[in-house]
Every structure is written in C-alpha cells, then in structure tokens.
C-alpha cells in the first residue's frame, strides 16, 4: 500500500461539477488500494477575487485579515470536496492549515513553514478516512494568527505534507498535461517536457514559471521527494521533477535548454546619484532586507568621473514596490542619493537549462533571436544554468516566442492543451 499525496489546483475545483470530478478521481486512488491526502486549492478565481473585495474596503489591509480573509478559499473547497466524497461512499474528513499542524513563521502573506506535525492526518489516515488539507496556509508559532505561504504556496503545502508524511508520492494536479518548455497560452507550439532536475525546475519557478510554487521544488529537493505534475483534466502522464533525470542508463539527452520563462510581475527601481563610497550599496540593501523586500536583479553603473556617483538599479515583486520606495525615501538623507525613479513597465525573460554549463553560444544565439524580433534588452543578469534579460513589458510575448524558436524548441504542431483556468 502507498501513500499518495495529490494537490488539486484553482481550476481542477472551479466548480461543482469540478469537484464531483476530482472527488472520483481521489475515490479511484483509494480503492485502489492507497492511503490518499489531498491538499486543496480555492475555487477558481476566488483568491483573486477575495483580493478584490479586500482593495474595495481598504487600500491597504492589515495583513493579518488579508490572511484570515483569503485562508477562506481553501476551506470552501475542502469541505466542499470532502462532501462530493463522502457523497460517493467514502470517507473523508477536512482539516485547515492549522489542523494540519502546519507551523510557520509570523509573516503575513509569505510565512515559511518552519515545522509540520501532522498528526491530526495520521490518525484519519489510520481510521482508513482520505484526509483533505487547506493549501497555502499555516499557523504562525509565536502569534498564533492564521498565516498564508504567498501566490500559489498550495503546492508547498502539498510538498511539506508528503515530506512529513514520508508519501510515496507527491501529484500536483493542475490544468495541463505538465511543465511545458514555454507557457502555452503565449507559445502554442511549447512541448511537454518528460523529465526535469530539481535544480532547473527551481530556476523556471524563481523565473516566473507559475506551475510549481518555488518553496516547493525547494522542499521537494531537500527530501529528494519526486514530484509528478500533471493534469486533472486527461490520465496522461505529466512531467516528473526528480533529482537527475539525466543519469547514466537513462534514455534522455540532457537538452540545452529545458525552457523558457517569463515574469511581468516586477517592477524595477533606480537609485539615482549614489555617492560612490564604501558601504553605500550595503545600506540600501540592508535597508529594504530588513523590509523583508526580495530582491531580484541588481545593475551597478560606472560611476562617472566628473560627479563620483552612479546609479543602482534593481528589479523586485511589483508587489512589494512600495514598501521598497518609502524605506530607502527614509534614508535618502544619510546616503545621499539624489532621488528614485520607478518603471513596473517591465518583463523578465529567461532561459533555463543544465545543458548550457557545457554548450557555448548560448547567450550569443538568444541575444541575437532577441535583436532580429526588435526587443530592447535593458538589463541582464546569469547564474550557471540560466540567463534572463529584463525587456519592456510589451515585448515579453515575441521575446518568449523568438527565443523559444532560436532554440529548436518549437514542436512541429501543437501539442499543450490548456484545460481550464482564465490564466488570471
Ligand atoms: N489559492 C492560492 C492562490 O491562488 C493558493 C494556491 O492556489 O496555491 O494563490
Ligand atoms: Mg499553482
């Protein structure tokens, strides 16, 4: 007997009939003769729209209500889906994050998860019940408030889960065949890819991609638990993220490039006229660190001579911009910078891949797929297995497209279908 972990994303559980449906599918994994958990995502669009509801009443909600209001998503579904189960004949029983016993941090809106106990699941699992989870939720460990894991954290949930639960197997359900080399709602021709590393499949999540969360994979890598994603919707096999699918005795070529991401959610700030002097660059930084704001990117400029400052540009979440801009306005003073310019008018376009450690050219060929397309690159940064480029926001779709073809990547007719979801 194995124990299964499944994660049903937004769209497997938009609606009623959804839900009948994945409750069949958790039925059949059961009889089967599995223990099965179940980690589950709001319904459809409702986080978004609970975000909406949240903005109508306040421009700025105190993050500890945000959370309250937004951990409600998931409890609708969960219970919605323990009922289409038990309506089935079967036993179910939901639990929220908290019930769970998944712990976190005190952060509002991106707590980590600091411990799972998830003795609450053990004992429904040994009464032979399915245990469905609320994804993406958590309570924080000094305040006791009600925490969520940031856009998208289901998947954690589901991961942390079935590391705690030393789970066969973690599924992501979600509402395509798997991970693709390209979004398919802006590449059609993008194909699935069979297999993929922990590691590259970190760059594509840190990169934009949105079909895993990136704590996840991080999670997934550090209990080397395999993760199957792969669609509700069609019993094809999906892609399986594994520590090294490219192994000696395995049929598959390690490929140049695994994929191609992108990102429209970060804004880009400029510190203008930094005096060039020692331990400037350290307390801008230190500043937003302490502001719990991520930073992405990072450009120094040559200081010019004549006036002995220069400019920092960096990238970071749209989401977190103001914050960045209100804490370094507080010490324009003592650094000394002459002012702040801000651009949210941005895409990050990026190439991932572990073939690119040994294959030179790389960024030659997408920097001139990128030239011949007429997209402006504005800003660059590279790690081992990756290159992104920051482009204006009106280029991603034919930078994605034009690097996609100059890396032989388009398939020879479409092969994602895209099942459901409204891409929100
Ligand atoms: N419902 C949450 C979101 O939309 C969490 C998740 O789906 O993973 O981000
Ligand atoms: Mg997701």
């Not at 010490?331 to 002012?339: D, L, N, T, Y």
């Not at 376009?349 to 960024?363: D, E, K, Y």
């Amino acid at each position: 007997m194995a124990l299964v972990v499944q994660k049903y994303g937004g769209s497997s559980v938009a609606d009623a009939s959804c839900i009948k449906r994945v409750a069949q599918r958790i039925v059949a994994t059961k009889k089967a003769g599995n223990d099965v958990v179940v980690i589950v995502s709001a319904m459809g669009d409702t986080t978004d729209e609970l975000l909406d509801l949240a903005e109508q009443v306040s421009p700025l909600p105190p993050g500890r209500e945000l959370d309250m209001l937004l951990t409600a998503g998931e409890r609708i579904s969960m219970a919605l889906l323990a009922m289409a189960i038990a309506n089935l004949g079967s036993e179910a029983r939901s639990f929220t994050g908290s019930q769970a016993g998944v712990i976190t941090t005190s952060t509002h809106g991106k707590a980590r998860i600091i411990d799972v106990t998830p003795s609450r699941i053990q004992e429904a699992l040994a009464e032979g019940q399915i245990a469905i989870v609320a994804g993406f939720q958590g309570v924080s460990q000094d305040t006791k408030d009600i925490t969520t894991l940031g856009r998208g954290g289901s998947d954690t949930t589901a991961v942390a889960l079935a590391a705690a639960l030393s789970a066969d197997v973690c599924e992501i359900y979600t509402d395509v065949d798997g991970i693709f080399t390209a979004d398919p709602r802006v590449v059609p021709l993008a194909q699935k890819v069979d297999k993929i590393s922990y590691e590259e499949m970190l760059e594509l999540a840190a990169s934009g991609s949105k079909i895993l969360h990136l704590r996840c994979v991080e999670y997934a890598r550090r209990f080397n638990l395999p993760i199957h994603v792969r669609s509700s919707f069609s019993a094809k096999e999906g892609t399986w993220v594994v520590s090294n699918p490219y192994s000696e005795g395995t049929e598959m070529e390690q490929p140049i490039i695994s994929g191609v991401a992108h990102d429209r959610s970060e804004a880009k700030i400029t510190v203008v006229g930094v005096p060039d002097k020692v331990g400037e660059a350290a307390t801008i930084f230190k500043t937003l660190a302490d502001a719990e704001v991520n930073i992405d990117m990072i450009v120094q400029n040559v200081s010019a001579a004549a006036t002995g400052r220069t400019d920092i540009s960096f990238t970071l979440p749209a989401t977190d911009s103001q914050t960045a801009l209100s804490v370094l306005k507080k010490i324009q003073q003592q650094v000394g910078f002459e002012s702040l310019q801000y651009d949210d008018q941005i895409g990050k376009i990026s190439l991932i891949g572990a073939g690119m450690r040994s294959h030179p050219g790389v960024t030659a060929t997408f920097f001139a797929a990128l030239a011949n397309a007429g997209v402006n690159i504005e800003m660059i940064s590279t790690s081992e297995i990756r290159i992104s480029v920051i482009v204006g926001q009106g280029d991603v779709d034919t930078a994605v497209q034009a690097a996609h073809k100059a890396f032989d990547l388009d398939a020879d007719q479409v092969e994602a279908v895209v099942y459901g979801g409204t891409g929100r």
